[in-house]
């Protein structure tokens, strides 16, 4: 063969010679075995039809071992006959750990299978849950339980359940990340940094229907607070049974809401049912919530949708045409979150000069954002820290404290960047650093920041897109010049924004430090004379304007569709959020 | 054979202690940590956070006890998912990552082998094209577009035929499998439809197999003992990373079908740091591949008597 | 294996042979059969058009810049209307607001729902006959004009104050009809199954200083409002933020095609050196060799990207390319290595590499002249396939968070983008999607017509 011919010359030539009188031997063999061929194809027939009986065979066998695994078959997205409604969950919660949780799935979740003192009802007031009434005076709050109000084993909760549950989450051990919202209670911070006991918390169970509470100092908003997860209550007893493991599924959890968790298959299902158990179990009309997938993409849901298996599915601005192609009616909600571009105020920073955010500020549009770029229905241009949702002294805030007024003006804008690079002594500015997340939102608008700025200002911004921890790690160790950044509520209080720009604030990842600012939160913090926290909560608004500490880029909202039998479902920007609970299923 | 076979297995073992410690490492070399949240936490609460998790130990020292803890099959506990055991989790969900990734490469494999065969067989014919034509399709298209276009194609036909013939999404069923399992082993049998055929082509014109027609044997003889055996030599080699590769890269079609493989875990686990399912799963898929490369090794010279296995 | 030799290599007999035909290097004649390969020479033709159309591209007259974004144009399929009419600047627009007639339920619909001033795609404002009794109102646009018992369309916003009859509308207004409609909410803020339905042509316009800037005019001078004027040709279409499709497919090609083919060339040029090492040296190397290619194979990918993209300390306004390039090649080689050294140790035993080595040939001749040329099928095929899943690796990279960085384009991340909206605007998924099907189908004809060309024992086929 050629491969060969180099060791023996000659035997090229014969080859390539041989090529050409041996040509005929492949046309050759497809006459001559012209009928072969035929029987050669069926036989090949036979073969494929073989592998993929086979096949078949085998895919039988797979699915017989997997029922033993997987999770049982979903119904359809509504089912009036059981009463049962089939949901998509984006993602699944990391334990149901009251004390620990931290997330948003976490807290729906609990919020439909745990019950706190109080809970939020379908218009968002305060109402009684395990505690019938309540006195909430000066630096202490006393809280009586009604005695119908059960475990889902069938014992009474007590406010013991309560006093174990707030010293789990500040105890150190529990390292709970949300132990700072127990701070407002006497001796917390000092527990939860091992410097007392934790019999030292100032809540006692006087009885076991009686829960006092002692405050650090006076809040206006404690009996808000009380309705969060990490103040809900757990049973001793049953936590210590767990050996370590509760919340880590169904069985290791006692419940005291309005349903039970049925049946938990990691990373495939959550199916909850209704809690007979629960004191106002007849307030609930569903008798079976099934979250059947587990899935963070948005067309997968929305096929799932289409097919009639899930009730609920939220849409983006990709597929929001498509929906009203399907003529569904559509829905708005405004999630409570607002975003913004947070800058860098460490001195080291370019952006710690005032003339540059300035001139930043001033080319920034939010409406063009809003309309242009995100072109969701739900999302508001943001005008403020503060959303528009808050309330302030009667009404809402933002009706009763505007925002300040703010145009795009490109004249004002040049002239604060020519002072900024006077003062900074750099012409050209050398380019900025934006940090930016890894989702496709937050890809779509850091592009057009980008371009906006050099288009604009003409200054160069450099996207540095991070995935979520790496964004964190540059965002505490001040490793870049604006991120974007959003911030949702813990509570129904302008203060949960309020004091996100104080300098001793963690969370103030620029490091921004104005005492004037700092003065404002102290006062809107220890006040109890509501005039007088909001005026505080309006000077901070002015300053952040002002200063340009953050500019706000949207208040968040997004658009879901949702099957026209399923009515009753409350979204609110705090509390739990979708809320089933007063859901029921309508015949048509 | 035998020797050989637990000479591969002790080396085996030794090359999943390295990728254990080059994870390990390269883990800790990412800036960040798996404790790290949107909301910051104060310094008493990131304290007790550290001792909770050991993270106040110096860095050989966690290399110590996590290997420690490994030897004895313990992975540890998730950060992300904060009461669960890794080893729960790999139990729980590799078992479904599995299902679909044998599923999809015996689709892979059985449709790679037999298209491959028939374009070979017809080259340059109507069916050599047509298959071809589909095979550069196949690999010509992104894995995601794919499944997003292989769910609108589900939710057309349940629609068409006004009853749910195939589940969109979700995961239990024989029937929730078929079409990720498609869609996932599609580009695996694109390759090697073409591996097949090029491999197949070369076999066709060999001496041994012109000798074998001149003496008259049947063709399918032909083709099951000279012309198959021969050309499947390279599939098999590509076999075992592709199996790794398939149960491994599910991750775009577990998502969008909502189920709950390792894939998804894994790439969150990478995206959110969580050192221990990161070990856990690496490790696990590390000697999970090694055992493979063994056995399609051990599988060469069964298929392959010339193939020496010292 | 030598050592067992106790043959003495004859001396060359070059001169005495007498060769038939010219002699032609293995190279000239591969080339000559590929030249006679009508689809591998097209996929020639095509593949050097894609470097073309990669460097030349951007300078072409008619491809604007990659980044520039034109938001009056946002997902505009190609061939779509670009007339615009010059309009005054954007002021915002106080409303109408009326004393809020008090009453009670039941709520009516609003007797009329009209239009202030003109519809345009910079803002649609509406005022409608106030409702007895309402606290409040939501505003619906449609796409179709709904039917009664049929869904309004997308809900634009509430109007929670009794006293305001109207609203104004600036979401992503395109040029086309549009169906609003006004629901009056009760107290607790429902609404009533009453609404009021406003028919509405908004066309597109541009303000006299957009159009300067632009370059659609000389000067603001020359424009008069209601003038009209042509907007930018985008003759593929725009984006999702307006921009350039072709201009950013030319881009993008630089990313994908560097990947998609440097990557592939370099691992597998890597894995054919190793493999061949490790195939035809055999025994205890061999051995070793291989278990550091299990090591490697089994490394975490996604862990060592990140890890590389730190080390090479990629910061803002870096691509990333550098690191994913070298990340892919470090961590993909151990497949063709593995490969390569199945086939050598299959052609290790043939018959000629016997005969060879009987006559005398060195370890690197066998290797670079028998093993190499007769694993060029193999290789081949692999490297064609190699290119499509280098250019996805990138795309699934973008997909999860990790690929190129913004605003570089790639193929990849555009087909990620593009599949979200294929529904509505499949240009923007189907232009990214035929590129990279056109350069795989190249390379997969290109790499069959080389395989033939360089396999001399394809020969006898053609």
Known sequence: MTTSSSDNPGARGRAVAGAASVAGVPTGQGSRSGIAWLGEGSQLFILSVLGIGAFVLLMMLLSFVSELFGGGGAGEAVDPGTGTITLALSTEPPQLDSTRATDMVSGQILGHVMEGLVRYDEFDRIVPGVAERWEVGGSEAVFHLRDDSRWSDGTPVTAHDFVFAWRKAVEPATASQYAFILYPIKNARAVNNGELPVTALGATAVDELTLEVRLERPIGYFDKLVAFPTYYPIKQAFYEGRDGRYGADAVDLLYNGPFVIERWVHGAQLRMSRNDEYWDHERIRLNTIDYAYITSDVNA???????????????????????????????????????????????????????????????????????????????????????????????????????????????????????????????????????????????????????????RLGIEVKIDRQIFKQRLAKMTSGDFDMVLAGWGPDYADPLTFGDLFASWNKNNRGEYANSVLDGWVEVAQSSLVPEERMRAFDEIQKIIYDDAVILPNYERGSVFVRNPRLEGVVRRAVGTDPDYTNAYIVDG | MILYTIKRLIQGVITVWFIAT??????????????????????????????????????????????????????????????????????????????????????????????????????????????????????????????????????????????????????????????????????????????????????????????????????????????????????????????????????????????????????????????????????????????????????????DPRVRLE | MNAALSFRPIVAERDVEVISRPSLSYWRDAWIRLKANRRALVSLYIVI?????????????????????????????????????????????????????????????????????????????????????????????????????DALGMPLADVLVPSRVSFEDRLDIKPQEYFYSVVPLDRNGREAPVYATLDVSAIRVITAEE??????????????????????????????????????????????????????????????????????????????????????????????????????????????????????????????????????????????????????????????????????????????????????????????????????????????????????????????ALFISITVLAFNLLGDGLRDALDARMRSQE
Request: proline share 6%; aromatic share 10%.
């Open chain 3, 211 to 432: 159009a300067v800037k632009r370059g659609l005019a000389g000067s603001t001078a020359d424009l008069a409002i209601g003038d009209q004027v042509e907007l930018k040709l985008h003759v593929l279409g725009t984006d999702y933020l307006g921009r350039d499709m072709l201009a950013r497919l030319m881009h993008g090609a630089r990313v994908s095609l560097f990947i998609g083919i440097v990557a592939p060339f370099l691992f597998i040029l890597v894995g054919i050196l190793y493999g061949s090492a490790a195939g035809f040296v055999g025994g205890r190397v061999d051995q070793v060799l291989m278990r550091f290619a299990d090591f490697v194979v089994a490394l975490p990918f996604l862990l060592f990207m990140i890890l590389f993209r730190i080390l090479f300390k990629i910061e803002g306004g870096d691509s990333g390319i550098a690191p994913m390039l070298i990340a892919m090649v470090i961590l993909s080689w151990p497949a063709a290595a593995r490969l390569v050294r199945g086939q050598i140790l299959q052609i290790r035993e043939e018959g000629y590499i016997s005969a060879s080595r009987l006559l005398g040939a060195k370890t690197p001749y066998l290797v670079l002249r028998h093993m190499i040329p007769n694993t060029m099928g193999v290789i081949l095929v692999t490297i064609t396939f190699a290119v499509p899943s280098a250019i996805f690796t990138e795309a699934f990279l973008s997909f999860i968070g990790m690929g190129v960085a913004p605003p570089t384009p790639s193929w990849g991340s555009m087909c990620n983008e593009g599949i979200k909206t294929m529904l509505t605007y499949p240009h923007e998924l189907i232009f990214p």
């Open chain 1, 301 to 455: 849901t929305l096929n799932l949708y289409k097919d009639g298996k899930v009730a609920v599915a939220g849409l983006d601005a990709e597929t929001l045409h498509d929906a009203l192609e399907q003529r569904w009616k559509l829905e708005r909600f405004n999630d409570g979150s607002v975003f913004f571009i947070e800058f860098n105020h460490r001195p080291s920073r370019l952006t710690s000069n005032r003339n540059l955010r300035k001139a930043i500020q001033f080319v920034l549009d939010p409406a063009e954002l809003v309309y242009k770029v995100i072109k969701l229905p739900g999302n508001t241009p943001g005008e403020s820290l503060f959303p528009v949702w808050l309330k302030g002294v009667n009404g809402y805030f933002r009706q009763e404290y505007p925002a300040p007024e703010h145009r795009v003006d490109l004249a004002r804008a040049h002239d604060y960047l020519e002072r900024a690079k006077q003062e900074l002594g750099l012409d050209p500015l050398p380019p900025l650093i934006f940090l930016s997340g890894d989702n496709p939102a937050a890809n779509k608008q850091s592009e057009y920041f980008q371009e906006v700025f050099a288009s």
């Open chain 3, 49 to 149: 058009a894609l470097g073309l159309f990669t460097v030349v591209g951007p300078w072409l007259p008619f491809v604007p810049n990659h980044s520039a974004q034109d938001l009056d144009q946002i997902s505009s399929p190609p061939g779509a209307d670009r007339t615009a009419t010059i309009v005054e600047p954007y002021v915002p627009w106080s409303g109408v607001t009326v004393n809020a007639p008090g009453g009670q339920a039941p709520l009516e619909a609003p007797a009329s729902v009209s239009l202030a001033g003109e519809a345009t795609t910079q803002a649609v404002r509406i005022f409608w006959d106030p409702v007895r009794g309402a606290h409040g109102y939501r505003i619906y646009r449609n796409i179709a004009h709904p039917a009664p018992d």
């Open chain 2, 22 to 303: 080059a994870t390990f490492f390269a883990m800790h070399g990412v800036p960040g940590d798996p404790l790290m949240t949107d909301k910051a936490m104060s310094e008493e609460v990131r304290k007790n956070l550290d001792a909770h998790y050991g993270f106040d130990q110096p860095k050989w020292k966690q290399y110590g006890i996590y290997i420690g803890h490994m030897v004895q099959g313990d992975f540890g506990i998730s950060f992300a998912q904060e009461n669960r055991r890794v080893n729960d989790i790999l139990w729980e969900h590799f078992p479904v990552s599995a299902f679909l990734g044998i599923l999809a490469i015996t689709f892979a494999g059985l449709g790679g082998i037999l298209f491959g065969a028939l374009t070979a067989r017809y080259r340059n014919r109507m069916p050599d094209i047509v298959i071809m034509f589909l095979v550069i399709l196949g690999i010509s298209v992104p894995s995601f577009v794919f499944a997003a276009l292989g769910q609108l194609a589900l939710v057309k036909l349940n629609a068409f035929f006004g009853t749910s013939i195939l589940p969109v999404a979700g995961w239990g069923t024989l029937s929730h499998m078929i079409a990720p399992s498609l869609v996932l082993g599609l580009g695996t049998m694109a390759f090697l439809t073409r591996l097949m055929r090029s491999s197949m082509l070369e076999i066709v014109s060999s001496d041994y197999v012109r000798t074998a027609r001149s003496k008259g044997l049947p063709t399918t003889r032909i083709f099951l003992r000279h012309e198959l055996r021969n050309a499947i030599l390279p599939v098999v080699t590509v076999l075992g990373p592709s199996i790794a590769a398939i149960t491994t890269g599910g991750f775009v079609v577990e998502l969008v079908f909502a189920i709950p493989g390792l894939g998804r875990y894994f790439v969150q686990a990478v995206q959110q740091l969580d050192y221990t399912v990161i070990m856990g799963t690496t490790v696990f898929y590390g000697a999970f591949l090694v055992f493979m490369v063994i056995v399609v090794d051990l599988l060469y010279g069964l298929i």
